[in-house]
């Protein structure tokens, strides 16, 4: 069964159980990208009843504007020919389908990569947060941390952005409101607060820990070794952790989160990323560009101020939001 045909069955359950799902919160996420994305997709159909040459065109123009990324749509373009060409497709009404199914495998083929998070076998899970300054970091580990511990698990934040004035503090304030641990100082040496707070995650047998980092990409050479020193303390308190380090992006910088993800993995291993305030683009083809362009999985995408939008990537879920509209059923 294709991805449209299951895209299918899911609108189907959905309407017969409506109630607030993960999946409601991708299509109420992704409104702004879809009414934007679609709409123009189903005018390229109403224009265009036969497929040409002409109508690659405009859709190679609808693609970009939708953040998928230069480098994406001429390789999904090329593939979409191919398939035009081979099962001798000339229905404009059916090559939507086509479109959302050669989307889907754009994203995972030929790839092993996780979306879920690398967890400790043993002892605490330990993610650095990483991101420059103003993309959400601070609240986004608030919200990793909430959801921790709504499933049961013992969390803590150890505040190792020292460079940034008020870090510290901000990333408290929320660990009260949380009621979870906390641990870091001002003013000093990252890695050594890094050091004192995992001596507490360890004697309070914590399930996760989540470290917050200097937000600067100015001077990449002292953000490299800040990084280095970090992962050694940590490694050598905890074997194999880091177990994630997570770069958050505002999804509404667009092609500019791109590069903040090719610059950070210039500096360190980054294994996961973070993409915030999706609900507030038109734009959500990033999520495709991001993967095309950096080859690191989307984790967790933020879809609202509140708590509980910050969800755990799904692709399905990712392409029902931005073509529920085109998945008609009679």
């Known amino acids: 069964m294709g991805l449209f045909a299951k895209l299918k069955n899911i609108v189907i359950k959905k309407e017969e159980k409506e109630e607030e799902t993960e999946l409601a919160t991708y299509d109420k996420g992704l409104q702004k990208t879809r009414e934007d994305f679609v709409s123009k997709l189903n005018l390229l159909g109403i224009k265009y009843t036969k497929v040409n040459e002409e109508y690659f065109e405009e859709l190679e123009d609808i693609l970009i504007m939708a953040d998928i990324g230069v480098n994406t749509v001429f390789k999904f373009l090329e593939r979409l020919?191919?398939?035009?060409?081979?099962?001798?497709?000339?229905?404009?009404?059916?090559?939507?389908?086509?479109?959302?199914?050669?989307?889907?495998?754009?994203?995972?083929?030929?790839?092993?990569?996780?979306?879920?998070?690398?967890?400790?076998?043993?002892?605490?899970?330990?993610?650095?947060?990483?991101?420059?300054?103003?993309?959400?970091?601070?609240?986004?580990?608030?919200?990793?941390?909430?959801?921790?511990?709504?499933?049961?698990?013992?969390?803590?934040?150890?505040?190792?952005?020292?460079?940034?004035?008020?870090?510290?503090?901000?990333?408290?304030?929320?660990?009260?409101?949380?009621?979870?641990?906390?641990?870091?100082?001002?003013?000093?040496?990252?890695?050594?607060?890094?050091?004192?707070?995992?001596?507490?995650?360890?004697?309070?047998?914590?399930?996760?820990?989540?470290?917050?980092?200097?937000?600067?990409?100015?001077?990449?050479?002292?953000?490299?070794?800040?990084?280095?020193?970090?992962?050694?303390?940590?490694?050598?308190?905890?074997?194999?952790?880091?177990?994630?380090?997570?770069?958050?992006?505002?999804?509404?910088?667009?092609?500019?989160?791109?590069?903040?993800?090719?610059?950070?993995?210039?500096?360190t291993n980054i294994t996961g990323i973070v993409l915030t305030k999706l609900d507030g683009t038109a734009k959500g083809g990033i999520v495709l560009a991001i993967k095309e362009e950096t080859n690191i999985p989307v984790k967790f995408v933020g879809f609202g101020e509140k708590m509980e939008d910050l969800k755990p990537f799904d692709i399905e879920n990712y392409i029902y939001g931005l073509f529920k509209d085109m998945i008609n059923h009679e």
């Not at 497709?89 to 979306?115: A, G, P």
Request: hydrophobic fraction near 40%; include cysteine.
């Open 81 to 267: 020919k191919a398939r035009v060409k081979k099962e001798n497709i000339t229905d404009t009404k059916y090559l939507n389908e086509v479109i959302i199914d050669e989307l889907f495998i754009i994203y995972v083929e030929n790839e092993s990569l996780s979306d879920k998070i690398n967890e400790a076998s043993d002892g605490p899970t330990v993610i650095l947060m990483v991101g420059v300054n103003g993309v959400g970091k601070t609240t986004t580990i608030a919200k990793l941390a909430y959801k921790y511990q709504k499933e049961g698990k013992k969390v803590m934040m150890i505040g190792a952005d020292t460079f940034r004035a008020g870090a510290t503090p901000q990333l408290q304030s929320w660990a009260l409101k949380l009621d979870c641990l906390f641990y870091g100082k001002e003013n000093t040496d990252p890695s050594s607060v890094i050091y004192d707070g995992l001596k507490v995650a360890l004697e309070n047998h914590v399930d996760y820990v989540f470290v917050d980092t200097a937000g600067r990409l100015q001077n990449k050479v002292n953000l490299m070794k800040e990084l280095e020193k970090m992962n050694k303390v940590i490694t050598n308190f905890i074997p194999n952790a880091p177990h994630e380090t997570l770069l958050v992006i505002d999804a509404t910088t667009g092609q500019n989160g791109i590069l903040q993800a090719q610059s950070f993995a210039q500096i």
